[in-house]
C-alpha cells in the first residue's frame, strides 16, 4: 500500500528522533507513523536509502516539497536525518 505525504513525513521525523543506536528504533519509528508494522517501516526505510544513493548519483532529483522553507530547524533536522541514515 502506498505512503501517504504525512506518513512520509512522520517516518522521517521519527528516523531523526530515534538513530540506529535505539534498540527499538522500528517500533518507535511504526508507532509513530501510525497503521504500518515494523516489517513496513523496515521495508520503506531500505527503499529510502536507495532513493538517497540515486539522488547522490544524479539518477533522480532531489525532491522538492511544497511549504518547505530554509531555516535553522529543517537544516538541523535533514542533517540528523542524514545521519541516522548513516548516509552522510
Do not use: C
Not at 532513493?51 to 531555516?71: H, K, L, S
Request: charge should be positive; avoid cysteine.
Amino acid at each position: 500500500m502506498a505512503w501517504t505525504r504525512e506518513e512520509n513525513r512522520r517516518f522521517e521525523d521519527a528516523l531523526a528522533v530515534h538513530g540506529p543506536d535505539d534498540p527499538n528504533r522500528w517500533q518507535h519509528v511504526a508507532n509513530a507513523v501510525g497503521g504500518k508494522s515494523v516489517q513496513e517501516v523496515k521495508m520503506h526505510y531500505e527503499i529510502l536509502k536507495e532513493d538517497v544513493v540515486r539522488i547522490e548519483r544524479d539518477q533522480i532529483p532531489i525532491p522538492r516539497y511544497r511549504g518547505a522553507g530554509i531555516n535553522g530547524r529543517q537544516i538541523d533536522n535533514e542533517q540528523r536525518r542524514m545521519r541516522n541514515l548513516n548516509l552522510q
